[in-house]
């Protein structure tokens, strides 16, 4: 069954801070060339869809804003969906993509995505009493990843800080990102998920949570990948980077 549609992640599989993954922006015009559809799909929380989308076009990727489904898409819609007034635990450029306060309501809900400046005492007892106030009121987390890279290592992600909110509240968080089937959903936007490939660097929230959609799924070996992490199902593919994910799929399109 060939693939139509490439599902790829960007941080840590495309490219680790401003730095490419090896050979990572030829490959994706030969992806292109190829005809297969492509679309960029993160959990990143700390960049804007505009900051996002500008920063991969300096690294030397060529792509659309609109090719990107971010965590933080998902959750703005989930926002004005379900017309939540939330305190955001957010970065200042992620916040600009979410509706302004509405200062004639009070908070009822809490955002928290990867904000390592909100991360301190005053502004988590903050989120703390918002969700405190009401049973119904609402615990978002855009993602709740452990760890991402960065250049100098692995680094914190928000999930801690989720996980101790709800330990705190009794709160169960409605998770927006991957790998929960409301991101993959949307991301997939209608396209068959059985012509579809993710492309990622998390065993876990890439790879089980596309192929628990049907999807099959390609690991990377750069970025957040450790060796020591076993999952269920295990990927359809084990590569060393996205440039040999690129030929991977042209290979397998080829017999099909």
């Known amino acids: 069954m060939s693939i139509k549609a490439a599902l790829i992640d960007l941080s840590g599989t495309l490219h680790v801070e401003d730095e490419p993954t090896p050979n990572a922006i030829e490959a994706l015009?030969?992806?292109?060339?190829?005809?297969?559809?492509?679309?960029?799909?993160?959990?990143?929380?700390?960049?804007?869809?505009?900051?996002?989308?500008?920063?991969?076009?300096?690294?030397?990727?060529?792509?659309?804003?609109?090719?990107?489904?971010?965590?933080?898409?998902?959750?703005?819609?989930?926002?004005?969906?379900?017309?939540?007034?939330?305190?955001?635990?957010?970065?200042?450029?992620?916040?600009?993509?979410?509706?302004?306060?509405?200062?004639?309501?009070?908070?009822?809900?809490?955002?928290?995505?990867?904000?390592?400046?909100?991360?301190?005492?005053d502004q988590l007892n903050k989120a703390f009493n918002v969700l405190l106030q009401q049973k119904s009121h609402k615990l978002v987390a855009i993602h709740q990843g452990k760890y991402y890279r960065r250049a100098d290592g692995l680094a914190l992600g928000p999930g801690c800080f989720v996980k101790g909110l709800e330990y705190a509240t009794g709160c169960s968080a409605q998770v927006i990102g991957k790998p929960n089937p409301y991101f993959f959903k949307g991301a997939l936007a209608g396209l068959d998920p059985a012509f579809c490939v993710?492309?990622?660097?998390?065993?876990?929230?890439?790879?089980?949570?596309?192929?628990?959609?049907?999807?099959?799924?390609?690991?990377?070996?750069?970025?957040?990948?450790?060796?020591?992490?076993e999952v269920t199902p295990p990927p359809t593919a084990l590569v060393d980077n996205f440039s040999n994910a690129v030929d991977w799929i042209i290979e397998k399109n080829s017999k099909s």
């Not at 192929?211 to 020591?228: A, E, F, N, R």
Request: hydrophobic share 35%; net charge negative.
């Open 29 to 121: 015009t030969k992806l292109r060339n190829a005809g297969v559809r492509v679309k960029f799909v993160t959990n990143t929380t700390k960049d804007s869809k505009t900051t996002l989308h500008s920063r991969l076009c300096k690294i030397g990727f060529q792509l659309e804003a609109s090719e990107i489904y971010s965590s933080l898409s998902a959750a703005v819609a989930f926002v004005e969906t379900e017309k939540l007034n939330p305190y955001y635990l957010l970065s200042d450029d992620a916040r600009q993509d979410f509706p302004q306060e509405d200062t004639t309501r009070p908070h009822d809900s809490v955002v928290v995505g990867l904000a390592p400046n909100a991360f301190n005492y």
């Open 198 to 229: 993710m492309i990622g660097d998390d065993a876990n929230d890439d790879i089980v949570g596309a192929m628990s959609l049907g999807m099959q799924g390609v690991l990377v070996k750069t970025g957040k990948y450790l060796p020591d992490v």
